[in-house]
């Protein structure tokens, strides 16, 4: 099965994607993962996006689908995808839809977490992630079981992202409203998209996206 998560920045779709890639043994496309590896190693697309993924902006459509179109002609994709984080503008709905024909694949389920302002806020001033295994935690709402230490592979280090700052937050949050809410009802137009209530908590989330997986 393929299938985009579409939600703001900490919306829950890299905590649910994650969650759904264990279960059902899908893959978990995250382009901001991907961007974050590239700044990381300093390629020409990490050196051409930091600044941008710094200032809370969208990284150039171009140089997104290529990153995709790649990605998702991997062996391992054939196994059924989840984009988190893609597509993010109506171009790239359109390159995504254009690409998948090319390859021969469809999408099957397109769901949209929806969480109110005030929450994706608290959830993105509270994130971090562990830095061996990628695991995402919160201050409040999902901390270690024992405080330190990663669930997961028992790491004890841990970090942060530059861009889970209020000010940038304001600026991803723009973007999010004026660049990527228009990509939603592209997709219901063509009748593929459900929308879910986000501001759940993270079991009563997942429970509602396997009934849409299910159905
Ligand atoms: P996104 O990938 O959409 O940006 P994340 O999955 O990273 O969002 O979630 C953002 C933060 O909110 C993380 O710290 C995560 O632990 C927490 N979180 C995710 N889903 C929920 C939820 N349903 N209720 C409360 N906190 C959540
Ligand atoms: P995310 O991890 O999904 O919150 O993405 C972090 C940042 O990476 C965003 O604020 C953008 O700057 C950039 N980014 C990730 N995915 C895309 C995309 N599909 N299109 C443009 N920019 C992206």
């Known amino acids: 099965m393929n299938i985009i998560l579409i939600g703001a920045p900490g919306a829950g779709k890299g905590t649910q994607a994650r969650l759904l890639e264990e279960k059902y043994g899908m893959v978990q496309l995250s382009t901001g993962d991907m961007l974050r590896t590239a700044v990381k190693l300093g390629t020409p697309l990490g050196v051409e996006a930091k600044s941008i993924m710094e200032a809370g902006k969208l990284v150039p459509d171009a140089l997104m689908v290529n990153l995709i179109k790649e990605r998702i002609a991997q062996r391992d994709c054939a196994k059924g995808f989840i984009l988190d984080g893609f597509p993010r503008t109506v171009p790239q709905a359109e390159a995504l839809d254009a690409m998948l024909a090319e390859q021969g694949k469809t999408l099957d389920k397109i769901i949209e977490l929806k969480v109110d302002e005030a929450a994706l806020i608290e959830r993105v001033s ?30 004890t280090s841990f970090k942060r992202r530059a861009d889970d700052n209020a000010e940038t937050m304001k600026a991803r949050l723009q973007a999010f409203n004026e660049q990527t809410a228009p990509i939603l009802p592209y997709y219901a137009k063509k009748g593929m998209l459900v929308s879910i209530d986000g501001m759940a908590d993270m079991d009563t989330v997942t429970e509602a996206i396997e009934r849409i997986l299910a159905g």
């Open 126 to 155: 509270g994130r971090f992630t562990c830095e061996k295994c990628g695991m995402g935690y919160h201050d409040t709402f999902k901390k270690p079981k024992v405080e330190g230490v990663c669930d997961a592979c028992g790491s």
